[in-house]
């Protein structure tokens, strides 16, 4: 049985804890939530109502999914980020150059995050934007801790 941790105090830590199961599902459902996060049924069905009541979740039978408006905002903010809109033309022109899959990524601490990426239909590759890995996990990721450390010349 995983360890129990305490339930965080804060709206906001409550919310991320409950949130970040979606990353890696398409959707969970109340009891799979509860495991994952160690939250109380009671609590973790609440907030799970509330959420579905603002649009930020959706409910289909006993699953919950992420809801249209979370969805917009992950949209408006790709749309309002200047590497992104600075990145996108030049990802399209090299993809249709080389007719290789393209990614935009970032570092985030110790992970690299997707941003976007640019392929094929016959492409087999299995990232999407918005997907975290380990940095050390990935070229793009090793290229990016190399830039960060000082280890590549500018």
């Known amino acids: ?32 939530l509860c495991r994952r996060t160690g939250f109380p049924r009671s609590s973790a069905h609440r907030m799970l109502l509330q959420l579905v009541r603002v649009g930020w979740m959706r409910r289909s039978g006993t699953t919950y999914h992420l809801g249209p408006k979370i969805v917009e905002l992950g949209a408006l903010a790709q749309a309002h980020d200047r590497i992104h809109s600075a990145a996108l033309r030049s990802m399209y022109d090299l993809h249709r150059e080389t007719g290789l899959v393209v990614h935009l990524t970032v570092l985030d601490d110790d992970q690299v995050v997707y941003l976007e990426k640019v392929s094929g239909a016959q492409s087999t590759d299995s990232t999407w934007a918005g997907q975290r890995h380990l940095a050390e996990d990935t070229v793009a990721g090793l290229a990016l801790l190399a830039r960060r450390d000082g280890t590549h010349p500018p």
């Open 1 to 32: 049985m995983p360890e129990v941790l305490p339930t965080p105090s804060s709206v906001m830590d409550r919310l991320g804890l409950l949130l970040e199961p979606f990353r890696d599902t398409d959707g969970l459902t109340l009891t799979e």
